[in-house]
């Protein structure tokens, strides 16, 4: 299949996900900052399907079960290519894999893209929104907004595996407005640094 083909197949599967991730909303609890604060790194997963045409879906909730997030994910290893699709109460994202960069989809809008070491860029911006600094020695890494540091976001071990059952570890002076960024940034660690294996 040629780029055209595996653009057109990915269209058609992002539709087909966000029809799956619609038996979940009735369930989802609204997102704010709040829920962000507690949003858990533990995933029901489940694979789905047969051969060519498998994906994960599950649910991302808060460290007291709460669930905040369904999502559907697809791997395209014969492209190197992925595909996640992500349901809020109010809102859907989509990550795409482009390159070494990441597309992001808001509501079937461009929102922005992440690069592999979480810079985040709004569309259209030429200056990143939200950087991250590693602190070395600790598995934490610090993001970064305007010069200041917003929260820090919890990383795996060399294993893979976290230490811990929240996200995020600390939020600094968070203003309402960033939940989408975060969650973001949050889906992007969680579920597509755990299946491209970077």
């Not at 599967?13 to 991730?21: G, I, P, Q, R």
């Not at 597309?103 to 592999?116: L, M, R």
């Not at 598995?139 to 595996?161: G, Q, T």
Request: no cysteine; hydrophobic share 40%; aromatic share 10%.
């Amino acid at each position: 299949m040629g780029s055209q083909s595996a653009k057109r197949k990915i269209e058609k599967d992002s539709d087909d996900l966000k029809a799956v991730l619609n038996e979940f909303v009735d369930g989802l609890v609204d997102l704010d900052i709040e829920e962000l604060k507690i949003m858990s790194v533990n995933t029901v997963d489940k694979l789905v399907g047969k051969g060519l045409s498998t994906y994960n879906k599950g649910v991302i909730s808060t460290i007291y079960q709460e669930p905040i997030v369904a999502y559907a994910m697809r791997v395209y290893e014969k492209w190197d290519k992925m595909l996640l699709v992500a349901r809020t109460k109010d809102d859907i994202f989509s990550i795409q894999s482009e390159g070494e960069k990441f597309k992001v989809f808001k509501n079937h809008q461009a929102f922005g893209t992440i690069e592999d070491d979480y810079t985040f860029y709004y569309a259209g911006a030429a200056v990143p929104e939200v950087s991250m600094n590693h602190i070395n020695g600790q598995r934490v890494s610090k993001l970064i907004k305007d010069n200041k540091e917003i929260a820090h976001i919890n990383m795996r071990d060399e294993s893979l595996k976290f230490d811990t059952d929240r996200i995020f570890s600390l939020f600094h002076d968070v203003k309402p407005g960033y939940e989408d960024t975060l969650l973001v940034i949050a889906l992007f660690h969680i579920l597509v640094k755990s299946k491209i294996g970077k």
